[in-house]
Nanobody, 122 residues
Framework: QLQLVESGGGLVQPGGSLRLSCAAS????????IGWFRQAPGKEREGVSA????????YYADSMKGQFTISRDSAKNTVYLQMNSLKPEDTAVYYC???????????????WGQGTQVTVSS
């Protein structure tokens, strides 16, 4: 059973930064494309970013290009999402997910973490 665990969420002031982590146990993330998604209250889940299993391809939602950066540390079996210049509208539960090939669509991902809350507020 593939298990993903997100961490790094919290309360941050507008303009601040957070780094989210997506860790796995019992299997190597290197065989999977990893996507980050978020869901705000009353809104549909939306794609944020994704990275291919070979790290050769990354995806960012248009509204998040230049603000978020996805990366992978194979030694730590972890994928990160660096979030800068955070705005109140970035407030959401952030999820990571895994599948065999990179995609920005949440419908295509097979394995999901439980999510981590990010709140941007002064």
């Amino acid at each position: 059973q593939l298990q993903l665990v997100e961490s790094g969420g919290g309360l941050v002031q507008p303009g601040g930064s957070l780094r989210l982590s997506c860790a796995a146990s019992g299997f190597s993330l290197d065989y999977y494309a990893i996507g980050w998604f978020r869901q705000a209250p009353g809104k549909e889940r939306e794609g944020v970013s994704a990275i291919s299993s070979t790290n050769s391809t990354t995806y960012y939602a248009d509204s998040m290009k230049g603000q978020f950066t996805i990366s992978r540390d194979s030694a730590k079996n972890t994928v990160y999402l660096q979030m800068n210049s955070l705005k109140p509208e970035d407030t959401a539960v952030y999820y990571c997910a895994a599948r065999d090939a990179i995609s920005g669509s949440s419908r295509l991902y097979d394995y999901w973490g439980q999510g981590t809350q990010v709140t941007v507020s002064s």
